[in-house]
Each structure stands twice: as C-alpha cells, then as structure tokens.
C-alpha cells in the first residue's frame, strides 16, 4: 500500500450499545481500507484528544480506518472529573473495549476489515486486555505512552503483535513497560523515542509516534496472510 496516497474518507458519528450503556464515537473510512484501528484513550482523556486525532490521522493517511471512541458515557466522565471513579477501573474499559470489538465485528461496514487496537495511558492496558479476550479479532496492538502493568495477568495471553511505544525521558513509565514487555510471548517490539517525555510534546516526537504505529498497522492489519486464515483467527 502506498501510504502517501491520498484517502477518499467517509467519516461518521456512530453510537454503540455496550453492556447497559451507549458508547460515542467517531468512526472514519477510508476507501479501500482493509483494516481498522481502534483507539483506547487514557484517564482523564476522550475521543477528541488531539494525540489520538493526530495519529488517527496519520493512521488514515496510510489507508486505514478508525474508531475513536469514549469508553464512558458523558454521565461518568462528569462524575470521573469529579471522583476520578471510573479511569482507572481497567476491568470496565477492557470490557466494554472488547464490546466495541465485538461490535466492529458485525457492523456491515467494519465487519470485513482486521482489527488492531491502539491504546494511550491506562488505554493500552484495556486494548491488552481486550486482544487477550478476544484473540480471533485483534490483529494488532500499539501502546502509546502506555501502562501496560495494569494488565498484569492477561500480558502471557496476547497473541497480537504488539509495539510499545514510549518517551526515552518518561523514566517510569519506560521502566514499566520494559517489565511488561518480558510478560509478552507473542511477536513484540519496543521503541523509544530519544528525548520524548509522557505526552511526546517534544518537537518531532508525536510524528515519530505516529509513523511507527502506522508501519506496524499497516505491517500487520493489510494484505494479511492466508496462514492466518488457516491458523482459524478469521
């Protein structure tokens, strides 16, 4: 796929039922896509972070779809505000992530496309977590500035390709994602952006973020193998 290619882009605001609750989010296409991307944003953050904008972007630009999505309803990220109740239960954002999977899975739209999951912060523990429930649908996993050690348990059981995405100066957060990454057993890769901390506000760093999880999508979510129909994961 030629990622410099302009993408003709349907984009669309699409409500998703998940548990007891309905889910917004921001669901973009791009003709010809054959996989889609979707996004686990971090506590305290939403479908409307300019990060995840940006990279989702970049993501399109490469041919890809995308799902930006609020893992709470308005409801709870006004008591979250408040409480901070709900951004780290990272039981209820895996579930639910894997509700919105489950529902890309059927949506007649999204139904053919191959899943990856891209999570920021507490994000990429839920997007873990989800790729180890729901090993026959997610394709591909990239954490971005990630805390995978709140997945602690459920690391050993994805079978996803998965990128660790982190700033060379986000000290702890590097210190916990290299623990992590020893959990993995599937095919896995961590990159660290020289200089870049937590938000990879740094001149160059956001862009550098964007383009590895490009690669690794498109790497792992187009022109996929019959092997991996044969293997039974579609």
Do not use: C
Not at 27 to 32: D, R
Not at 164 to 189: C, M, P, S
Request: without cysteine; glycine residues 8%.
């Amino acid at each position: 796929m030629n990622s410099n290619r302009p993408h003709e882009v349907e984009d669309r605001l699409v409500s998703i039922p998940v548990d007891a609750v309905t889910l917004e989010g921001n669901l973009s296409i791009p003709a010809g896509a054959e996989g889609i991307v979707l996004f686990a944003h971090g506590s305290g953050s939403s479908r409307h972070s300019p990060r995840n904008r940006f990279v989702a972007q970049t993501l399109r630009d490469g041919g890809l779809a995308t799902l930006l999505i609020d893992l709470l309803t308005s409801d709870e990220e006004a008591i979250d505000v408040r409480t901070r109740k709900f951004r780290f239960n990272i039981d209820l954002l895996a579930r639910r992530l894997v509700g919105v999977t489950d529902w890309l899975a059927a949506y007649p739209e999204t139904k053919n496309l191959y899943i990856g999951a891209f999570g920021s912060s507490t994000g990429a523990a839920a997007a873990l977590m989800a790729a180890s429930e729901r090993p026959e649908l997610v394709y591909a996993v990239v954490s971005r500035g990630g805390r995978p050690d709140l997945a602690a348990g459920h690391l050993s059981n994805v079978e996803a390709p998965t990128l660790f995405i982190v700033g060379g100066h986000d000290f702890t957060v590097l210190q916990l994602n290299q623990e992590a990454y020893k959990e993995l057993r599937g095919e896995k890769k961590l990159e660290i952006v020289p200089r870049a901390t937590h938000l990879f506000e740094e001149p160059g760093s956001l862009e550098k973020v964007a383009r590895l999880a490009r690669d690794w999508f498109v790497g792992h979510l187009v022109h996929v193998s019959t092997v991996q129909y044969a293997s039974g994961r579609r």
